[in-house]
Structure formats: structure tokens, C-alpha cells
């Protein structure tokens, strides 16, 4: 849910703190004191387009701030960890967006700087708004196909239906590359067999990568290895006064010693325990060295070895690794290549097999379709009643098209709002109230399939009567048990539903216009539905009237 939204210098709002609640959040106010404004800053702070026309006069900046708190933050997390940023803690998600005087601008998302790319893409997963703003995802053909799945409950299907395209496209790529000029295929042979023969005549191994490489420096040093480990090993055993012989003589000195202090018996072993340590390691020393060879030859051969590696390395891969992937993956190139008839054959008929199965699976899934099709209009088309479209025709066309990674169909929502008009793609229309409503009926149906939590409907109840206005804010708070829902009224049997009501008004002060919100309490809320029932004339009758719709929607509970 929304859990806070915080807007400066946005428009004629100075600075505004929004607190919203589970449920539906009504807001209300007189025209023109800028409630739609609110929803242009969250509009804003979701990615939606910057303008400098949008700070208030006077102001650096336009700064707007939401908070959300998410029941599961896996999916935002996963767009968050792709673009390096920071994870939700505690379920807690923040975003926030700036508007300098140039028309650029920041975004952040937990704190940590982000484009509005990503901020567009953690807000669509988010809030749906519905009104004046092109945050309509109803009208995208793609969300009309998963709504129509969702609610026939195609998910099987569709994913039979996706697995058996991506089967059929891997052959068909692997045939592609396959094809071709004969004269191209003839070149790429001889260059895939150069290539095979000059790795594999190369016998690498693991040992061509770091071992080459101390081999070839010790060889390269093998005298200056022999000097100074020569050196060494005089002053541990073979030179004049060695360390061996001076650890004799201490031997030999402690065990007259330990005639007078027993002691020093003990002190003699130790030192006896290091000569036998200096002997051994004199031993491993003498061994090793002894391997050394200072040999012209072998290190011709290592120098050799090296550059053949290195070159190879340049075309074929930084690492022997790489270069054996190579090898591997043109070797089977090659095979394909060099059996190409009998390939293209055996794919020909594995696609059409394929592509027979893709067309029993698609046919499943349309037929799914326009069953389920039929069953959701004719849902849709009764909320619509409920909401004013009396008149009103709806339904959703499942037409055929070449088969696509979603299926072999198009999908379509149709409308006809009034009498004797022609049914029309529902994006064709123009009027936004229109299609807030539309939208309003389909969430109503589809409720428990959605998983965008926040809804907004700017107006929906716009150039609507009393009764409309009591069935639109009935759906209202159906659509509000699962999801949190905002929603602008000016109509009072809209209002009424609401589990928070907020006022929005608009003051001048010292020459400046400044628009605050706040949540009302039930006294200062029956004010407002009277003031929404009889404007200024607030007469006992009108206050007794919003009294009554406020316990008429409260019983209904």
C-alpha cells in the first residue's frame, strides 16, 4: 500500500503531507483547490514525465516523496538488484523525484540515485492510475490478453503454448544458420577447420596457463636460481661455519652443561631438534636445485610453448578455457556444416513437427479464450449497468493472427458507451471518465487476479447522477478489499464509501496561493458531504441527508 506521500513546491502546493490508509481513500475538495495536483505528483514520483512548468512559482525545485510498504517485495526487489540498487528492508519501498528549473531532475529509489527508466518500471508493478494521465495499462493490448488469461485461468496453457514457440524457434535458428550461399558455407568450412586443426595440434591443457608461465621464468633465471640457492645452502650445511656446525658445537657445549644444570639436557634437545630440521631442509633444497638447468635448449622450447599460447590466446580466447570452448564449439559447427544436407533435412521436419504442436497448443489456448472471453464481457457489461452505462456494449474479440510468443490470437476489449454506436476498440475512445468507469467494472470482476496494489481513479464519478454515484462508490469498496484504492469525487454518494476521507483546500496567504490536504474526522467528514450535498447553504436538512448516506454506506458495511 501507500503508505505516506510528501509533495513540495509541486504547482500551487507549497509543502503537503498525505497519510493514506488501508481500504479506499476518498479525497475531496472544491474545484480548483488542486486535488488532481496530488495526483500529478504521484504521477511524477512514479516516472512519469518531468516538466519545470510544474514547480511553484518562485521555487529551485518541485520535490515529491512516497513511501510504500509491500506485503511481497520479490518483484521490485528483482528490477532493484538488476539496476544496483538498494533492496527493500522491512517490506519498506521509498522512491523520490526532483524537478529543477533546466526540466532535468533526480530520482532515487531507497536512497540510491536511479533513472526514471527504472522508476517507471518499479511503478507499473506498484499503482494503476486512472484519469487524466496516460498511466492506463487497460488500454495496452498485451495487459487485455493477461487479464482475459487471469480470469479464464489460461496459465497452464499459455505456458504449454510458450514452451512449444521457444522449441520451435530454436530449430528454426539452427536451420538459419545452416543456410545459406554455398560459396559462404564453402569459406566458413575451410575457416572452421583451420581453426580446429590450430587448437587441437596445439594439445593445450591446464598446464599452459600459470604452470607455463613459472616454468618459463625459471628457466629464464635458472643461474641466478643456482647461485643464489647455492649460496644457501653453504651457510645452512656445506660452508665454513655453517649453521649445521655451529648447531653442533652448541650441542656439544649444553652437554657439558647439563652436568652441572640438569636443565640444560633439555635446552640440548631442542637445539638438536633444530640441526635435524636444518639437515632436511637442506636436503629439500639440494633436491630441488639439483632439477635446475641452466640449459638453452629447454628454455628455447618454454619460450616457444609460451608464444604459441599467447598467440593463440589473441584469436581464440583470453583464457585456455576459452580457447578449448572454442575448439569444442567449432568442432560441432563443423560436423553440422560438413553433414549439412542430412541437418537441414532432419531440422525441416523436427520444425514442421514442431510447428504442428506449437499450432494444437495455440488452438487449445484460443479456444480457452473465447469461452472465457464470453463469460468476462458478459461480467463487465453488467457493472457497467451498475455504473451509468444503462445503454452500454462491451466485449472482448479473440481474433486470429500468425502465431507470437503469447499465442495465436489477438486480443481486444470493444465498447460501445451509447446506443446505436458502432462497438469500438476501447482505446479508440477518447473520453478518460469513460474509461475509468470501464476500468472500474473490469477491477470489480477481476479483483483477486490483479496484483497491482494501489489504485487511483481520478473523477471516475465525473457527469454522473446520485444513484450512478452510490453503485460507482459501492464498487469502489469491493475493488478496495483487495487492493488499496485512491479516489478524487465530487460526488457525495461516491464519498460516503470511503474507509479515509481527505479535504483538499486552497487558501490565500500574503498574495500566494497554497493548497494544503488532511484526513478528516467523522464530525469535520459529515461537514464535507453536506458541503458536497448543498455547497454553502449547510442547513440542518443537508446535514441531516449526509448523516444518513454516511450510516447507509456504513450498514452496508
Known sequence: MLVQLSVRNFAIVEEAVVTFGNGLNIITG????????????????????????????????????ASFLLNDTAAIDAILEEAGLPLCEENLLLVRRTVNQNGGGRCFINDGSATAQTLRKVGELLVDIHGPYDHQSLLDEAFQRDLLDAYGGCGALRD????????????????????????????EIDRLQFAVDEIRQAGLSEADEEELVQRHDQAANA????????????????GEGSIFDQLVGIQNQLAELARILPEAAEWRSEVQAVAVQTQELAGSMNERLSMMDA????????????????????????????????LERDQTRLDDLSTRTEQVERLTGAIAAAHGELLKRGEALSKRRAKEAARLAKAITAHLHDLGFLKAGFDIHVTPCDPM????????????????????????????????????????VL????????????????????EVGRAVGQKLRAVSRDHQVLC???????????????????????????????????AERVDEIARMLGGKDLTSVVEAHARELLAGAEKEG
Open 30 to 65: 472544491e474545484t480548483g483547490a488542486g486535488k488532481s495536483v496530488l495526483m500529478g505528483a504521484l504521477h511524477l514520483v512514479l516516472g512519469g514525465r518531468s516538466d519545470k512548468s510544474a514547480i511553484r512559482e518562485g521555487a529551485p525545485e518541485a520535490r515529491v516523496e
Open 160 to 187: 504449454a503454448y510458450r514452451t512449444a514457440w521457444r522449441e520451435e524457434a530454436a530449430l528454426k535458428q539452427r536451420l538459419q544458420a545452416l543456410q545459406g550461399d554455398s560459396a559462404d558455407i564453402a569459406q
Open 223 to 238: 643461474e641466478r636460481i643456482l647461485d643464489l640457492g647455492g649460496s644457501a645452502m653453504n651457510a645452512l650445511m656445506e
Open 295 to 326: 640449459d638453452p635448449e629447454q628454455l628455447a622450447a618454454l619460450e616457444a610453448r609460451l608464444t604459441l599460447v599467447q598467440r593463440l590466446k589473441r584469436k581464440y580466447g583470453r583464457t585456455v578455457a576459452e580457447i578449448l570452448e572454442v
Open 405 to 444: 510468443p503469447e499465442g495465436t490470437d489477438h486480443v481486444e476489449f470493444g465498447f460501445a458507451p451509447n446506443p446505436g454506436e458502432p462497438m469500438r476498440a476501447l482505446r479508440a475512445i477518447a473520453s478518460s471518465g469513460e474509461i475509468a468507469r470501464v476500468m472500474l467494472a473490469v477491477k470489480a
Open 447 to 466: 479483483s483477486t487476479h490483479d496484483r497491482i496494489p494501489v489504485l487511483v481513479f481520478d473523477e471516475i464519478d465525473a457527469n454522473i447522477g446520485g
Open 488 to 522: 478524487i469525487t465530487h460526488l457525495p454518494q461516491s464519498a460516503v464509501y470511503g474507509d479515509c476521507h481527505y479535504r483538499v483546500e486552497k487558501r490565500v496567504e500574503k498574495g500566494r496561493t497554497r493548497t494544503s490536504i488532511r484526513r478528516l474526522d467523522e
